[in-house]
């Protein structure tokens, strides 16, 4: 690092990556602190959460590592919101501000974001923030059927949480008042409290470290390099409009029709839904920050994958969606289950940009949207409770290589562990296996999903609200390759819960849950011979799809 004057410190490129790295690291600790002492599975086992760190003007300056993609440039929007309400000026040390509200941050009640100042010898220099999935937020928790927002649960408009360190206790309990299991909703939050202690730290030690005074010239630098990397990653696109749609399940009659139009002109990218569905009087609504978050990101991850992500990563990429539709709803839309859209939108924007980069993209995931089941009611002990299952199916395949299997995409929420969802719920998982030929065919085979069987042992009967989708309208392949396998799920008798509704779980009820698998990739007469026998050997593909969809007679001999 070099001065060009005492106030503007200029940063040669070997110093920018040591403090670039520096800074993430320092998210990743604020994210390990989050993840140490929070108290619900959701986000201790399946990594529902995210990090990171702001600059005194709100702006993006890292995220943690394994950061949710759905908060993807949410938390720099969210704070702004922040500092309309309440003014940098007024902030003081130890104060925490919160909010769930959807339209401000990440597009559901659920979640919940804080942000934080961090003062440095007595001088705001940024901003901690974090967003955690709640394990409730009262209402009807999370589901896919309400009608209206305000059936959802608990709506929390930007708030201090904490006043110079000390909480609020009207705010305290008007939140556990409303949620089914208040002690692991407060735990949670107090985590993100120390989440943004240990960013606030490690960022004063850093500037210490540094020998600067605050983070904005850095700050403008870090943003400066981000943007050029994508800038030169979108100038390797040719220059055109890629368009795409893709039909998904929806709620019953009103099915979910997604129209992309991928514009690329020199250094910029426009992302346009025009022409998608409406909005719906149900809670699949994608807010437009949800919707910005799961288009960036995938375009992101395809053409630029290497450069850390800030708030110049995504400069140069616009998106746009009529409001009213299901991608832009109005307020008070539900929104509940908005990742059953938004999940959507990394398939379809692939989808067009195959037109053009095919190298780089995949076909489209079983993971997109997420298959969640939510039980709720009475434990054995005759305590509340409130449990998601986290599971994925099988990433869709690429011009490189076969998809993974039972891996989440677009997301990157984990499945966290079955010993731990079984120690605090009356559920049993009994069996958990990848589900044989349920990835698409193609020159590379799409990733598998899995089965998965859950037993009640409640004896009181439990409320199981499903959030899925495919299965009506399976992941589609790429470039010649066949669809993944739709999702599927069924009780013992061969009844089928409604797949987007609530409904009830009786003690020694069984519900089978079949993940979908990934698209293939490119045409199935391609793939490789010893690929198919491998596949045969290993149990990913059965010696019957062998012949018929890959026209080899002797798998079972290979």
């Not at 949480?161 to 107090?190: C, H, M, S, W, Y």
């Not at 698209?519 to 045969?536: H, L, M, S, T, W």
């Amino acid at each position: 690092m070099s001065q060009g004057s005492p106030d503007a410190p200029v940063f040669d490129p070997i110093s920018l990556e040591i403090l670039w790295s520096r800074l993430i690291s320092i998210a990743d600790e604020s994210a390990a602190a989050l993840l140490r002492t929070s108290f619900s599975t959701i986000v201790r086992e399946s990594n529902d959460f995210a990090t990171g760190l702001m600059d005194a003007n709100g702006d993006s300056l890292a995220e943690n590592t394994a950061g949710i993609p759905s908060f993807v440039g949410i938390l720099p929007r969210t704070l702004k919101h922040f500092l309309a309400r309440f003014p940098k000026e007024s902030w003081k040390p130890g104060d925490c501000v919160i909010t769930n509200d959807p339209w401000m941050a990440t597009g559901h009640l659920p979640d919940f974001t804080l942000a934080a100042p961090i003062f440095h010898r007595g001088r705001l220099v940024g901003f901690s923030g974090s967003i955690a999935h709640s394990p409730d937020i009262g209402g009807a928790g999370w589901s896919s059927d309400c009608r209206e927002l305000f059936e959802e649960g608990l709506r929390v408009l930007p708030v201090k949480f904490l006043r110079e360190g000390k909480i609020d206790e009207t705010v305290k309990e008007f939140i556990t008042a409303n949620v089914r299991v208040p002690d692991q909703v407060l735990g949670d939050l107090f985590a993100q409290v120390t989440a943004s202690e240990v960013c606030a730290r490690g960022v004063s030690e850093f500037l210490d470290d540094a020998g600067i005074d605050d983070l904005s010239a850095l700050s403008a630098a870090l943003q400066e390099r981000a943007d050029k990397a994508m800038r030169r990653a979108i100038e390797a696109v040719p220059d055109g409009v890629y368009r795409a749609s893709l039909q998904a399940d929806g709620f019953d009659e009103d099915e979910t029709r997604i129209e992309c139009a991928v514009t690329v002109r020199g250094s910029t990218l426009h992302v346009d839904y025009a022409g998608t569905s409406k909005q719906i009087a149900r809670g699949l609504n994608s807010v437009l920050n949800y919707t910005y978050a799961y288009s960036v990101y995938p375009i992101k991850c395809a053409l630029d994958p290497l450069t850390p992500r800030n708030e110049g990563s995504y400069r140069s990429v616009t998106v746009s969606a009529p409001e009213g539709s299901i991608l832009n709803p109005r307020y008070p839309a539900p929104c509940s289950a908005r990742q059953l859209t938004g999940h959507l939108l990394a398939g379809v924007i692939y989808k067009a940009l195959a037109q053009a980069v095919p190298e780089k993209v995949s076909a489209e995931s079983g993971s997109a949207p997420t298959l969640r089941s939510v039980y709720s009611g009475t434990d054995r002990q005759g305590q509340g409770f409130s449990q998601v299952f986290f599971a994925s199916g099988g990433m869709g395949g690429t011009s490189l290589q076969d998809g993974h299997n039972c891996t989440a995409f677009p997301t990157n929420t984990g499945s966290g562990s079955i010993e731990a969802f079984e120690s605090i719920s009356p559920l049993i998982v009994w069996k958990k296996a990848l589900r044989v030929d349920s990835g698409g065919t193609g020159e590379f085979r799409g990733g598998l999903g899995q089965d998965v069987e859950i037993e009640v042992t409640s004896p009181t009967p439990l409320r199981l609200s499903m959030l899925s989708d495919r299965q009506k309208y399976p992941p589609g392949g790429l470039l010649g390759g066949g669809p993944g396998a739709a999702v599927s799920i069924t009780l013992q008798d061969g009844t089928r819960p409604h797949p987007k509704s609530r409904s009830i779980l009786q003690p020694g009820d069984r519900l089978s849950l079949r993940f979908g698998g990934g698209g293939g990739f490119g045409d199935p007469a391609n793939r490789r011979r010893e690929a198919v026998i491998a596949d045969v050997r290993e149990g990913y593909v059965s010696a019957e799809a062998a012949r018929t969809a890959y026209g080899l007679h002797d798998a079972e001999e290979g």
